[in-house]
């Protein structure tokens, strides 16, 4: 384990880190930002999971419903995640050109909505359908060799907001008509995942519910990063 001592950092910025089990002592964190996948996190000898947990839950009830094994329960989930789209995408229309604005690093919303095209294309049709189809090219997958711009991605496009919305409008209407029919039965069962080196290479052996988990969780938390940084962009000031 790598250990610093009496290191003064001050604005550093951790991104796409395993910090498990890391231990901060004696250390001063005024203003500090933790985004993440964050379990059994103890704070002062206080574990604080469970209440960052239930606050999440307060604030957007929608993740109740996308943590649920009832298909009713999930079919609500999607049709309130696409109305959430749908009123930021109206919002970014306002002001043409916010959508290829980013904050702090993070992906503009045309980045993030052609990532979600992604999401979709690897994590629902792949693994929840089994289709072996090349991945729409606007999408924005993962930086990692050999699966960055393969199995059909185009690291040279760049399409416009609209291009990207009706892409993301027929995946919507693809995705709701699926749960429209989809049994508790069907989701219980092993994930129809081809047999070939395209990502997500670690899906096999996972549940339809499983892999379905991931795209509304990618499309809840990604649709929340796109909000928090259009707030900071249209900020006063800013």
């Not at 231990?23 to 206080?46: E, K, W």
């Not at 997958?141 to 040279?156: F, K, M, Q, T």
């Not at 969780?217 to 249209?234: A, M, N, S, W």
Request: glycine share 8%.
């Amino acid at each position: 384990m790598t250990r610093y001592a009496e290191e003064d950092l001050r604005g550093a910025e951790f991104r796409e880190c395993d910090l498990t089990g890391a231990r901060l002592l004696g250390v001063v964190m005024r203003d500090a930002v933790i985004d993440g996948l964050v379990t059994n996190l103890v704070v002062n000898g206080v574990e604080v999971t469970e209440y960052v947990e239930a606050e999440l839950d307060r604030r957007y009830p929608v993740r109740t419903l996308i943590r649920s094994e009832n298909p009713a329960d999930l079919r609500e989930a999607s049709r309130q995640l696409h109305t959430g789209w749908a009123a930021t995408i109206e919002r970014i229309r306002r002001t043409p050109g916010i959508e290829r604005r980013g904050v702090n690093n993070e992906w503009s919303a045309a980045q993030t909505l052609r990532h979600l095209v992604f999401v979709h294309d690897s994590w629902f049709r792949r693994c929840c359908l089994g289709s072996t189809e090349p991945f729409t090219p606007m999408g924005i997958g993962p930086d990692v060799e050999p699966y960055r711009g393969a199995h059909g991605l185009d690291l040279s496009v760049d399409p416009a907001l609209d291009e990207i919305v009706r892409v993301r409008e027929a995946q919507a209407a693809e995705l709701q008509a699926w749960l429209d029919e989809v049994t508790a039965g069907q989701l219980a069962a092993r994930a129809p995942v081809p047999d070939d080196d395209v990502w997500p290479p670690y899906a096999r052996g996972r549940s339809v519910r499983q892999c379905l988990g991931t795209v509304l969780d990618e499309t809840f938390e990604h649709h929340r990063f796109c909000v928090r940084d259009l707030d900071l962009i249209e900020a006063p000031g800013a």
